[in-house]
């Protein structure tokens, strides 16, 4: 059986029709969906199964290492130089929190950028999306990537949604 994957793009008018179409290709067991949206929905992230966005592990995982960095440098720089100033001890915590602080923020931020651009898979090497203006100005969209056999039950599910408009293979004609 050959590995070659085709693509159908249908555009809908209606969000409800987009919605419904998802689902019936997630029943059937399509996984490459990529839908279109002229403004965030929620109701399309629901259908095609998007959970919680794993970026927020990345900000926690930076800012305990931030905070963890901002504690252990001025505590190894006060114990590999210890000043004694008025008999107060070498290590005083009070006033590591400021660095511990600005360190948590600041490696927050850094580990947020990096899981964003993990996420988001950037740089795109092979950039294989297509893409109709229409996208964005009123319209949603739906492109699902199957293998040759199944194609056609794909196209039944979306012509049953009444798409505005349905095009075989935009991405062929796009680079050809």
Known sequence: MSDAREGILASFDYLDSTVDAIKGLKEKGFEEITAFAPFPEHHIEEALGYKHSPVRLFTLVGGLTGAATGFALPVFASLDWPLVVGGKPILSMPAYVIISFE?????????????????????????????????????????????????????????????????DDPKARSHG
């Open 103 to 167: 360190m948590t923020i600041l490696f927050g931020v850094l580990f947020t950028v990096v899981g964003v651009f993990w996420n988001m898979r950037v740089p795109d090497l092979k950039s294989d999306v297509v893409y109709d203006p229409e996208f964005s100005a009123g319209r949603f969209g739906i492109y699902v990537t199957a293998p040759e056999d199944r194609l056609q039950e794909a196209r039944q599910i979306l012509e049953s949604n009444g798409p505005s408009q349905l095009q």
